[in-house]
């Protein structure tokens, strides 16, 4: 699980941390396949962190910032494709229509291709990438601006009363 992950090879192989426990961790009798098999993705979380901490650690964290950075694209789907959205406004110009609906058709185009077809280069994934990056911003973005907004509507009835 860790082990091949890109976040567990920036620990192991770039920063040459724990190369050991890699090959602990791959046992193929007492690695956490084997532990997540027999035990359970506790137990495997568990094993893991008594042989290489760092590892475990390092592929959590990446893990949370993955699933971050996909609540923030949802939310960018859920706003771009509303029925209020700058993508639906006919007063919107054409070409900020246009670059949205690209930054929501791209990152499926590559989701689905690679799906399809396994491991077969797109020359639009880098592009894909990048457009998946845009939408969790997005997304963030609305998130952190309704905060701000739901926070000032709170101040505004207190600051109303103190002048009154």
């Not at 997540?36 to 590892?55: K, S």
């Not at 973005?141 to 739901?150: D, M």
């Amino acid at each position: 699980m860790l082990a091949d992950s890109g976040i567990g090879r920036l620990y192991v192989d770039v920063l040459g941390i724990g190369a050991e426990a890699r090959l602990q961790l791959m046992n193929p009798i007492t690695g956490w396949r084997a532990q997540l098999t027999n035990h359970g993705p506790l137990a495997m979380l568990e094993a893991g962190w008594r042989v290489a901490p760092g590892t475990i650690l390092v592929g959590v964290v990446g893990a949370l910032g993955f699933a971050l950075i996909n609540v923030g694209v949802l939310i960018a789907y859920l706003v771009l494709l509303h029925r209020d959205s700058a993508l639906r406004n006919a007063l919107t110009p054409l070409t900020q229509r246009w670059c949205l609906a690209f930054l929501l058709i791209i990152p499926l185009y590559v989701l689905t291709t690679s799906q399809v077809a396994a491991y077969a280069p797109s020359r639009l994934r880098s592009q894909g990438e990048f457009a998946w990056a845009i939408l969790a911003c997005i997304g963030w973005a609305v998130v952190l601006r309704q905060r701000h907004v739901v926070r000032s509507s709170a101040q505004s009835p207190r600051q109303e009363s103190a002048t009154n």
